[in-house]
Structures are given as C-alpha cells and as structure tokens.
C-alpha cells in the first residue's frame, strides 16, 4: 500500500469518528434538553373540591411504561409528606386548611427530576348554625349614601359611601343621621370599605387600587396607598387590615405598607363564599355581608370556615323602599356597649340588631 492510500484509509477513519463523535455529543445534548417525563397524575381531577376529614387516593401513572422513576417524592404545599411506594397513595385531610391546596409529586431517574402536580380545594364538614335577630332600634339613614363601609367611632358612625361623583368619607350621627363631618373624593373614585386602626381611618376604593388614610378627628389626608386587587370591604383584626375583593379570600395586611402577610379562604359546607364584601370583626370572629344577598355570615378568621349565617330579609317594610333604594349593606360594631348596626345602599333606615 502507497504512503496516499495510507493517508486516505487514515483521513476516512479520523472523520468518520469525528462524524460518530459528533452524532454521539448531539445525542447525548438532544437528551439532556428534552423534558425528562416519566409520571402523571391520573387521581384526582385538578380542582377537586373534598369535605375536610375525607380522605381520597392520589394515583400515578407512567408515562412510558419501559421506564420506572428510581424514587418519587410527595409534597403538600411544599410540605414534604413522604416518599412514594409504588404508584398510588391515601391522602388525609383532617389537618389541612380549608381551600386551596397543591400536590407535587417529584420522579428522580439517573439524577434528572420531573414533577406532576395536582391542585383540590378543601370545603367545610359542617353546615353553619342558623341564626337568627331582633330589632333593638330604628334610626333615620340618608336615602342618598350608597353605603360601602361603616364602622363606630367615639358615639359616631363613620361610613363610606361610593358612586363616582358622589363618593365620600362621613361622620354620622346615630340618633338623627345627620351627617356631622365630610370629605369628598376625587370624581374618578368609587369609594369601598372603611376601618380605623392606630388612630387612622382607612378607606379603599373599588377598581382604582388606590387607598387612603386620614387622621380621624379632622379627615385631614395623611397619604395614599396602593394594592393589586378590587377593594370591597375592610376591617381590623387585632394589629393587621382585612380586605376583601368579591371572591372568597380574605388578605390579611401590614398596615403601613398595606403588603398582603397572609390569605384566608372562606368556605362552607357547599363550597367557597363569594361576593364578601362589607367586613366587620367582632368578638374574635369576621363578619361580612353577602353582595346582592340579605345575608351576614360570621367567619372564623383563622380557618375561613363559615360558623353561622344571618338572614335579615325582613328588615325593610314595604313602605321603607323607595326606587333608588339597593342592597343590604353595612355593618357596624359598638363594642363598648354591645350595639350592632346595619343598613343598606340608600337605606332609609339604620338599624340596631341583636342576634339570637
């Protein structure tokens, strides 16, 4: 064989294993970018509601059937629960919260992870007890407020009203309803939701995100505030604001900075609570209206189960509406002398109440 006939022989072997060099690097790259899919979930359905207490069967199954995970591990909201034996497994949920909630189960194979997920939510094991009320008294209430928030302050009610244009922060006295003090907001503002904490009042607004804080003996504006939801109704617990947005959530918030600590969801035993609006904490417990109902339920602020539920339905006679007259709306808590008020959007009546 000649010296070129050597090199040619050498050339060829040289750049055909350059070439499989090549077609293996490309390979084991294509491997390595493509999603690593080895399990899913087959039960249960995403967005399962359960009743607290059930217990129900998480199933995987896999994706290829030639290809087992060496290890699975199990997470509930983050929390680890264990590794999986085999390919199913009881879940309980005595200790879980009410609401949301979201299973990970994370496959290992030859030091590569993928991870299936399911979301359930958690309703309550009990019916909220029924309860019902009497009228203490009846006073006048300005058929021209459009009630959004109430609450009692030194022998007065301060309520917000809302309707952009007519929008306002008042002090009203209970007796006559007479409104004693008054700001008015900008025209592009539809007012919600009032409360008082650390001797400033706070009031929301509906779509506009925008919050503010007056000093409460002279409504002087001491400053804004902003937050990423609809505000429908506000309340104190203890050193933090509760808010509502019309669902079922309840944020829990720093007052100063009005940055959201935690989230409640509010559920009963059909399922969760919508259209939470007014709020008002009283005695350890949350109480808010039920928008386009007549009915107040009492909320357990650390579980967001529904406890009871108030129907005031007969409050307004016949002769009491009027064509411009809406809905049930306001609650208003006088601790110091056990007094509970309540109205409506452009109400001719307030109305003291004490529930059974």
Same mark, same amino acid.
């Given at each position: ?17 350059a070439c499989n060099g090549s077609k293996t690097t490309e390979r084991t790259e294509r ?81 590569? /992870? ?59 006295e209970i007796e006559t309803g007479k409104v004693k003090q008054s700001v008015n907001l ?22 506009? /995100? ?91 602020? $650390? ?15 016949? $002769? ?18 056990? /007094?509970?008020?309540? $109205? ?13």
């Amino acid at each position: 064989m000649n010296r070129i006939s050597l090199l040619g022989i050498t050339f060829c072997a040289l750049a055909l294993g350059a070439c499989n060099g090549s077609k293996t690097t490309e390979r084991t790259e294509r491997e390595r970018s493509t999603p690593l899919q080895l399990v899913r979930v087959s039960e249960p359905v995403n967005g399962v509601v359960f009743t607290l207490g059930e217990s129900f069967n998480l199933n995987l199954r896999l994706i290829n059937d030639t290809i087992a995970a060496d290890s699975i591990v199990l997470s509930i909201d983050n929390n680890r629960i264990g590794q999986l034996q085999g390919l199913s497994r009881p879940i309980d949920t005595d200790n879980l919260s009410l609401g949301s909630h979201l299973i990970r189960a994370t496959a290992w194979y030859n030091g590569q /992870r993928q991870t299936a997920s399911v979301g359930f939510k958690i309703k309550s094991n009990q019916p909220p007890k029924q309860l019902s009320y009497r009228i203490v008294n009846t006073y006048p209430h300005d058929i021209g407020a459009y009630t959004q928030g109430l609450f009692y302050f030194n022998g007065h009610l301060i309520e917000s009203t809302g309707q952009k244009g007519q929008s306002t922060l008042r002090r009203v006295e209970i007796e006559t309803g007479k409104v004693k003090q008054s700001v008015n907001l900008e025209r592009q503002y539809f007012g919600e939701g009032a409360t008082i904490i650390n001797d400033e009042i706070y009031q929301i607004t509906w779509t506009s /995100r925008k919050g503010f804080v007056y000093e409460p003996n002279t409504f002087n504006l001491i400053r804004t505030f902003d937050y990423p939801t609809q505000g429908w109704g506000l309340t104190t617990v203890g050193e933090q604001l509760v808010m509502s947005d019309g669902s079922n959530i309840l944020y829990f918030l720093e007052p100063k900075s009005f940055t959201e600590i935690k989230r409640v969801e509010v559920y009963d035993h059909r399922g969760a609570v919508n259209q939470l609006n007014e709020l008002e904490y009283i005695n350890g417990k949350i109480y808010a209206n039920i928008y386009l109902t007549d009915k107040i339920v009492i909320i357990n602020p $650390t579980t967001g189960m529904v406890e009871a539920e108030v129907d005031f339905s007969n409050l307004l006679t016949p $002769t009491d509406r009027h064509r411009n007259i809406d809905v049930f709306n306001g609650i208003a808590w006088d601790q110091k002398n056990d /007094r509970l008020f309540v $109205t409506g959007k452009n109400w001719p009546k307030l109305f003291e109440v004490k529930i059974q």
